[in-house]
T-cell receptor, first 114, second 117 residues
Framework: DGGITQSPKYLFRKEGQNVTLSCEQNLNHDAMYWYRQDPGQGLRLIYY???????QKGDIAEGYSVSREKKESFPLTVTSAQKNPTAFYLCASSSQGAPSYEQYFGPGTRLTVT | AQSVTQLGSHVSVSEGALVLLRCNYSSSVPPYLFWYVQYPNQGLQLLLK??????LVKGINGFEAEFKKSETSFHLTKPSAHMSDAAEYFC???????????????FGPGTSLSVIP
């Protein structure tokens, strides 16, 4: 079955530690995205990538980093510089970066930092 | 710049009653509009999308939405609510690509739908 996988489902870390969230897709999509979701808020874009080896900052990129070495993979690292990292993180992909194409979402990773 | 507002952060309906979730957008160009649903601790799933082919769009699970340009609205409706419809619903807007920027998708804040037995 084609889709997007995110691992792990739940992640716990101590403050000051970097942590990497995995996102893999087998939909052969060019574009991939990372969003952050907080209670009562919509989705906020962290980073996006429209092609391998290229990515762009979204609205809240500070304290995060990404890489896009392979078409199917777009890992997100939450660094110790992120002041409030506890949140639900969603990865998505779309066939192209064009706005008429819907995004397909993974199941999400819930990160808790204490 | 595009934006999305969803009136009502929480809506409650009785099982079998009409579901109406409101979405208004602002866009300087003809937009593409989407409705997504999110069940607890899951990702988002596309319900339907408007891409200018028809103003009344039918989606999955009996939902539909009507694009009204004069009202800049894209409200989501379902004639009869089912218990399984209880979830968070997000309206989203995006616009045509420009030469200088990528028009990313803008999501509304979401509306939580409760269905009362």
């Amino acid at each position: 079955d084609g889709g997007i996988t995110q691992s792990p489902k739940y992640l716990f870390r101590k403050e000051g530690q970097n942590v990497t969230l995995s996102c893999e897709q087998n939909l052969n999509h060019d574009a991939m995205y990372w969003y952050r979701q907080d209670p009562g808020q919509g989705l906020r874009l962290i980073y996006y990538s429209q092609i391998v080896n290229d990515f762009q900052k979204g609205d809240i990129a500070e304290g995060y980093s990404v890489s896009r070495e392979k078409k199917e993979s777009f890992p997100l690292t939450v660094t110790s510089a992120q002041k409030n990292p506890t949140a639900f993180y969603l990865c998505a992909s779309s066939s192209q970066g064009a706005p008429s194409y819907e995004q397909y979402f993974g199941p999400g990773t819930r990160l808790t930092v204490t | 710049a595009q934006s999305v507002t969803q009136l009502g952060s929480h809506v409650s309906v009785s099982e079998g009653a009409l579901v109406l979730l409101r979405c208004n957008y602002s866009s300087s160009v003809p937009p593409y509009l989407f409705w997504y649903v999110q069940y607890p601790n899951q990702g988002l799933q596309l319900l339907l999308k408007y891409t200018s082919a028809a103003t009344l769009v039918k989606g999955i699970n009996g939902f539909e939405a009507e694009f009204k340009k004069s009202e800049t609205s894209f409200h989501l409706t379902k004639p009869s609510a089912h218990m399984s419809d209880a979830a968070e619903y997000f309206c989203a807007v995006s616009g045509p690509l420009t030469k200088t920027s990528y028009d990313k998708v803008i999501f509304g804040p979401g509306t939580s739908l409760s269905v009362i037995p």
